[in-house]
């Protein structure tokens, strides 16, 4: 299959719609500076699921509350609007694929890393030095939907895509994406790309699912790619059970990030993870 011919079948598939117009309103709401909490709450009343499952979230042990809250104004105020437009849309894109017939694919796994990626970029972020720090509101977003091709090609390719994770497992010492390329032509960075483009994502989120494997990126917004990619190691390294981060020490002094205080997040982190994988469950489809 040519490049041109599998980028125009992921972006022409009919059961991967464009962003509805209720996500794109919740968009617009909690972009606005000016916005109240309550006009949030009534857009994203709206839609009972995301409301629902965002009440669940202010609510659980990760974020302290214990059932405290019973209503969006005050879930809202927990979260944060960042978080919660990056939930809302993580949650309405979770929902497009089928990922059950492909048996190497690990959903509680693959949101257990998105979430544990974004937290970290978001919580670092203030580490990272000034005047390369990237944006807050696309830190934790680009972190949630960072391998958002990976989903796209097991939901297209099934039969394909667990041979590579056959394949990976087998030889863990080449990236997934190397596998998945021998079999497809193309990966899932790229895949993310034609999806993203199709649901009109912003540019800097798209160059994060493009590039985010790359430690030596420096091309638009390498500040952005390369915390999310930094993250990303770290995410599935706790999720492994490493009991420290990977030096990485290059990528620290490009982003002007101490070295203790990425040991003090991972093992924060580390201490969470229970909590990390509740709140990934949300994410996968019932």
């Known amino acids: 299959m040519s490049i041109d011919r599998a980028r125009q079948e992921i972006q022409r598939q009919k059961e991967l719609p464009t962003l509805s117009p209720n996500v794109q309103h919740i968009l617009d709401v909690c972009e606005d500076p000016e916005v109240s909490r ?13 409301a629902a499952r965002l009440l669940g979230l202010a609510n659980s042990a ?5 059932g405290g809250i019973h209503s969006l104004p005050q879930a809202i105020t927990v979260l944060g609007l960042v978080t919660v437009r990056s939930v809302a849309v993580g949650l309405v894109l979770a929902g497009v694929f089928e990922t059950r017939r492909c048996p190497g694919f690990h959903a509680d796994r693959f949101w257990t890393s998105a979430v544990m990626t974004a937290l970290m970029a978001n919580q670092i972020n203030a580490k990272v030095q000034n005047g390369m720090r990237p944006p807050a509101d696309s830190v934790y977003i680009a972190g949630l939907l960072h391998n958002l091709g990976l989903l796209a090609l097991v939901h297209l390719h099934p039969d394909k895509v667990n041979e590579a994770f056959a394949a990976y497992a087998a030889d863990p010492g080449r990236r997934l994406g190397d596998h998945i390329k021998e079999r497809l032509e193309f990966n899932h960075y790229q ?19 493009e590039y985010h494997y790359d430690a030596g990126y420096r091309g638009e917004h390498w500040p952005l790619v390369l915390l999310e990619g930094l993250c990303a190691r770290w995410a599935n390294g706790i999720i492994d059970g490493q009991e420290h981060p990977a030096p990485d020490v290059e990528a620290l002094a490009a982003l002007g990030l101490p070295a203790e205080a990425v040991e003090r997040l991972w093992q924060q982190m580390r201490e969470k993870l229970a909590g990390v994988q509740d709140m990934a469950r949300m994410f996968v489809p019932e």
Request: glycine share 10%.
């Open 38 to 50: 309550n006009e949030v709450a009534r857009v994203l009343a709206e839609s009972p699921t995301i």
């Open 62 to 66: 990760f974020f302290g509350q214990q």
């Open 191 to 209: 895949a993310g790309v034609w999806l993203g483009s199709k649901w009109h994502l912003p540019g800097d989120i798209l160059l994060v699912m």
